[in-house]
């Protein structure tokens, strides 16, 4: 079985909601998944998964989470090759810098070997009907490419 690892920081609970609403989508199609506060797992804990998502929150102007900097720094680290990653996250495009960890996260990913399975999606501040239908079709496309 397909073994899916999210890794989620939520300050508000916005971010933790778009990795449920990703998890769910993941579950209907018959993907196990694990999803985790950041606090709770270290990053060689994707090794263990066929897809690897991190679904984080942009603090301020454009900073990581302070607790997503050692996994951020740690994921670097890794070899994923042959593993299906992806990146969600909420912002608020009150910033210039919006959702900005969303990106960091993406390009942490790509010196991993990992392979991209969907591109990202970005969320201002809370979930909206569209957000939702984008964060569905992110998880269904990375299930498509897993499979």
């Given amino acids: 079985m397909t073994v899916a690892k999210i890794v989620f920081a939520s ?5 933790e909601e778009i990795a449920d609403v990703v998890a769910e989508t993941l579950e209907d199609l018959a993907i196990e998944v694990e999803m ?5 797992v270290e990053a060689e804990d994707f090794e263990s998964a066929d897809i690897c998502i991190v679904a ?3 603090y301020s102007e454009g900073d990581l989470p302070e607790e ?3 996994f951020y720094e740690e994921l670097q680290e890794l070899d994923l090759t042959g593993k ?3 990146v969600v996250g909420s912002g608020d495009t009150f910033y210039k810098n919006f959702a900005t960890s969303v990106n960091r996260f993406e390009e942490a990913f790509e ?4 392979i991209k399975g969907a ?3 970005k969320v201002d501040t809370n979930a909206e009907e569209e957000d939702i239908q984008n964060l569905e079709a992110f998880a269904k496309k990375i299930a498509a490419v897993a499979n």
């Fill in 11 to 15: 300050l508000t609970g916005n971010t």
């Fill in 36 to 40: 985790e506060e950041v606090g709770a």
């Fill in 56 to 58: 984080t929150y942009t």
């Fill in 68 to 70: 997503m900097k050692d």
């Fill in 84 to 86: 299906i990653y992806g």
């Fill in 111 to 114: 010196k991993t070997g990992a």
């Fill in 119 to 121: 591109d990202f999606v």
